[in-house]
Every structure is written in structure tokens, then in C-alpha cells.
């Protein structure tokens, strides 16, 4: 499961001629790693709703998404496109498609169990019309599918993909290639999106139709990946900004119980395994600090090192007596917070025994190496070369044990963090599967701890509250330790988060009462997970907590009072004190920088440009918006570099050009430009759509009608491709507008006829009634003539 903590991070020795041997074999010749357990659903739940006059999809109670009113001929591999199937009167215009996926299992009464392989940003499953095919066309999903139209001779390792710019493809963008989905009567895990999963590449060079994309080429210690066939499926995974990641460190720290020498070997054997890697930017340092490996709580460990202001991970070791022999035993954690989006996998609990000191397997030392640089790659952000390097990992049958299922988890993880929790949640039903028929403890309550936080993120409060609960039954044997403390907070927060609150705030008592002396930060640290899940409106209850964290932070933790900084900045805001919250928040800023704590930074210059923009201060915004950007993008976080963009465009929404001028309105174009192009590149078409009508309502402002009407078109195409009626009816609606300027009338009555169409297939009333407005304009009174 999650650690509150940060990273994690292993150690390695150099490999044996052994392993070296196996290594080099091909991928035809390895045995088959993948579990044979399919974990799904033996039958739908039965609150599933099966009434459907045709196949249509329906989002369930237990995280998947199921296919109702099917045929009986459909087989389990088939893919299907899950298109719009509300009101359609565009009849020479096919419906949105927003999602894609195959068929994997199939149930009496015309039900059929379905998993995603893209969706759109925002996308809704549920009520889509399904409609099957026959040959997946790679453009009727912007960028997210694509197929491998050629791979380059060797030993290049390039392959072409048949999408390109028109169709939203960005240099910077990773996709997985996909093997071929066998059909018929399969067993359902071989669909699964980790079993096809061969690869991942980066678009170095977008054209126009196709695009030139490299592949990630793993370590050379491991076994190799499938070559790339022409044909094969390639799916959206992330936009990066391609740059080279950041300088990263692994800190070696001081073998508890050892000598020098023994570190020193650690070091370099850590730094032997990162030559098996393409420009690795990671140095290894040995550190005079002596860490506990076996502590439950290793993460707390992490104090006793400062944070460099980059990516870094500490190695801890400790030598233990078992069975009358002296075993080392390994753990890591990071220092100073991960820059990546989503979970990270905490490390089994107490280390991992890496054998008798005098005879450590070179196998599995191998497989910690692999575990290290995973971990940096999560650490800095690099979601899509950590899923590969898992994957390839996963691959090999000597990773075992302990290490097998910590490595799951971060690759379920991964799939999370690239926003695809279905995969993830397969993942971790296979992974309790396997634990209980082992009778693991340890590594079912990982993945069951996993499963919670999964369901959170699939917005599922009550199998979150139950799944979190059957966990706090399973740790009460580790009564009063951490990993009980942490099961308990857990519980707490998706209490909370399932409006349970007066269940979420009795949670909280029980954690202060079981807080041992000198537990305040982590005492703060659960309690700000249930702070965040109070449910809008419960004014009382955030105070309450709030009060209760500032009562409880560890002063000693500059990352931790800059963390309440901000939760009290947001509670001024939210009080419409924006003075206080600006306050709180450069407090916040200068904490973060003193703990060189770089994305704590960028997340307090944002909320400082947020208190600005509230307080009618548009260029002190405008500039804290850049100064974030410019953190963000020094952490190579391009989706937070997004957000910024996407929230500078209020600064131009209805912009008072005589009361506020300034410099940031010279930047409009760039700005809200800049939106647009952040929406394409992550896939969000919609969102590109919006501020298109943004910036197209700003030229029509500022007197550019004709660049505004060719922005206004764009956004409209953007709009019914992607079922954003409301902004398309607004789009034709300022078209509209420009056309009655210009004496167009019957442009402007088309306009209007349009706006209408897409306002009632938006069904939103304030929609209907701004086009309702133009078409009839209330008539201004007779001003009388003593104010005259």
C-alpha cells in the first residue's frame, strides 16, 4: 500500500556471469511470470442496472465497467468504441467517441464485463453507446490510439506512429505499444493491458500525419523486451516536456552494524547497476548517518538527513542475527517529497533480508537493483519510464517474494498514476488472490491497503469505507504500532470523504489517544488526510481540524508548519480574507524554500496568485503565475505547469482595461494560447475547446473580428467532437454576434440556429438562456429625463 512517507529505494550488487547469462536470452524463451489468477468478478453486482435497449456501458459498484443489452455472438478480445448516445440531430457527423477498450469476460443476459484502454479527460463510461468493431481507426480518438505504421531498421530504436499534429500529437509525448489482444474463448488476464504491454516511446519528432517515436530502452541487465511489429496498438499515456530529468542522488547511509567497507561496497555496487542504464543523471554518495533498517516506521529515518533540493533516496542496511546467522537487511525511503503524480509503494514493513552477509544471492540482489532505479524514476516524475522498467522487471521469474509483490504494487501504482485505476485495481485483485492462497499476510494487507485508495480515486466512498475497515480489522494485531495508526487514519479519511463525519471526527480522538510521545508530526500528517476529505461546507469541522493540526505540527518540521501555512491561507480564502490567506501563503513559501523543498514552493506561489487574483490584483498574479511555472517547470511537472495555465486565463476572462492595465495583459494571447496548446497535448480536447472560446472572447474584445472568428470555428470543432455542447453553443454564439456587427443577418440568424441546437443538447439553463438573450434582447427603459 501507500506509505505516508515518500520513496523508497534498495541497494544492489554487481551481477553474476549467472545472471548475466539469463539475461541475454530472448523474450520467446522466458517462462511466463504473469499470474494465472484473474481476480474478476465471478458475476456483476447486483445493483447493476441491466435494462438496455441496445449495448451500452454501465460504471459499477465494484470499480469496472460492465457492457449490458449485448449480443451473444460478441467475443471476449472484441474491441469497442464507447461513443455519446444522448440526443444526435448531426446526422452527417458521427457521435463523440470517448473511450476504448476491449471486451474481457462475458456473463448470462446479455452482460459482458469491459476494460478501458483509454479515455478521454473527463470522460464518463457510464450510458455510452457501445459500438464494436471490426478495425480500430486510429484518428476517431484525437491522440489517444494509434497503430505502429512502420518500425525503423536496426538498430534504431524508433518505430512510426500513424497520428501526428492534426491530431493533437506533441513532441513529448509517451505512449505504450501494445501486442496484439488474442479473441475467443482467452483466458481473461491476457487482455489485461500489463500482459500487452510491450514498450513505451517518446514522440521526438511530430509531423503532420505520423510521428517519429523512440523507444524507452530499459536496463540491459534484465530481459529484453519484444521487438515492435508494424500494426501494433500505441495508447496515450502522458505529455512530458522531453527535457532530460533531473540530477538525482542515492545516499548510502552507514551499515547498522557493519563496517565502512561493507558500505562502500553497497555504493559501488549501487553504482555498477547504474551503468547498465541510458544516461541514468544519478549519482551515488555515501553518508556518515546510521539508519535502522527493520524500524516499521524507516520513513521517520529520513530526518536525519538534509534535503538537497533534488531528487534523492537513502539506502539504509542493518545487520540482524536470524536462524544463528547474520543477515543484511535493506531499506529506503526518500528525502524530501516525490515530484511524480500519484501514490508511491511503501517498501515491506521492517526491511527486506537480502541473506546471510556471507552469501547474498546475486539474484536477488539484481532485483534490487532494478527496485533503486524504479524508485528514482518514480521520485522525479518519470511515470512512463518507471511503468517500463517495472514491467520489464515483472518479466524476469527470479524477482520473488517480497520483492515481487512491492514491485506489483508500484507498477499497479504507476497505471494509477497515469490515471488508469481499472488496470491498477485488476492489478492489486490479483495480488490479494495470490497472497491469500500463500497465506501472506504481509503482502495481502499491501494490496488490500492499495485497493482503498483506489476505490477513492474511482470516487467509490462506500467501498472505500468498507474495504478501509476490513484493513483496520486486519492491523489491530499490530496494535499500537505505526502501520495500525496509519490503517486507522486511513479509515478516517474515507469516513470522512463518505460524509460520515461525526464517525471521521471519533477516528480522530482514537489517533491522538493512541499517539505515543513524540508522534506529533505523524499525528498531523493523519489527521491533514482527513482535513482534506471534509466535505465541502462543513465550515465547523475544517476549523475544528484545522485547529487541531496547528496544535499538533511538528515545529521541527519546516516542511510540515509550511503545509499548515497553507491549509490556514485556504480557510482565509475560503472566509474571503484574502489579505490573511496571501499571508499565510508567502509564509508557507519562504518555510518550503528553507526545507529547499521546490514543489512546496510552486504550490504556495499558486495559491499566492489565486489570493491576488481574489483581491483584484491582476499583475501581481500574473507575475507569482510565472514565478510557479517556472518552479514547475524546473521540476520537469508539466501537468501542474498545465494547471497554472489553465487558471491564468481568468486574469482575461472580463479584464478591465482602464482601472487594472498593466504588462499581463500585453501576455493575453500568450497565456491563453498557452492553455489551448496544454489542453492538446494532454489529450484534453474538451478543455482545448474552452479556451478557444476564451481566447476568441478576448479578440473579439480587443477589436480582432476576424482573428476571433477563426478561433471561435476552431472551438467549435473541438466542441462537438468532443461533447462540449455547452461550448459550442457559446462559440456559435459569439460567431453570431460578429456577424450581426457586420451586417451578416443571415449568417447571424444560422449562428444563432446552431448556438440553440447545441444549448439544448448541453441542457444547461444558463446556456439557454444566454442564447435566448441574443435572440431577444431585453429593451433598455425610457431613462427619465431629470437624469438627463
Known sequence: ???????????VLLLTALVSSACSTGGNQRADVWPAETALPESPPKDLNQEAPSAVLRTASDGFVYVVGMSDDVQPGTPFLGRYSGEWPLRDLARPALVTGRLVKTYDGGVGLVHLSYELPDADPNGLEVNWETKPIDDNLGKGRARISKVEKKPSRSVELSIGTRHGVRDGDFYAILGDAPKGKVDPAKLQLSRRLTGVCMVQKAGEDTSKCTLWPGSKLHPRFDAPQKGQQAIFLEHTFGAAPRQG??????VNGGDSAMQEKIAAAMRDYLQSIT??????????QTLDATMADFYAESEKLEHLEKPQLVIGTTVKEIDGKM???????????ASGPGMVAAPPEGGVDLGPVDDISQARLQNFA?????AMLVYR???????IQLHQMLRDPSLEGPLRWHARDQYAMRWGALDNYREALWLVLQDETIAAAKNDREAWLNALGTRVRLYDFLELPASAVSSAKRYLDAREQDKPGPSWR????MYGEMLMADGRVEDALAVVDQLEKACPEGCDGDLNSHVAGIFWATPQGNEEVQDELLEFLVDHVDLDDASQVAATRLYQGLMAMRNEDYTQGLVAFLEAERLYKKANNLSGQARSKYFAFLADMSMGNPQDAFDRAREAQQLEMKLNDFASTAQIFERMTSLYTNPDFLKKPGPYLGSARQVLSGAVESNIAMGDFGGASENLLALGSFMLKIGQGERAKDVLTEAVGYAVSFKRFDVAAMAHLYLGVIARQEGQMAEFRDEIQ????MAELSDDPAIKQAVEDVLNPKEDKEVPTQLL
Open 249 to 254: 542522488v542515492i545516499q548510502v547511509a552507514s
Open 279 to 288: 544516461e541514468a543523471k544519478t549519482g551515488v554518495a555515501t553518508v556518515e
Open 486 to 489: 496509519a490503517a486507522v487514519a
Open 1 to 11: 500500500m501507500t506509505h505516508r512517507s515518500t520513496l523508497s529505494i534498495f541497494f
Open 327 to 337: 543477515h543484511l537487511i535493506a531499506n529506503y525511503t526518500g528525502v524530501g517529497p
Open 370 to 374: 532494478a527496485t533503486v532505479w524504479a
Open 381 to 387: 516524475g518519470q511515470t512512463s519510464e518507471a511503468l
Open 754 to 757: 446552431k448556438a440553440k441546437l
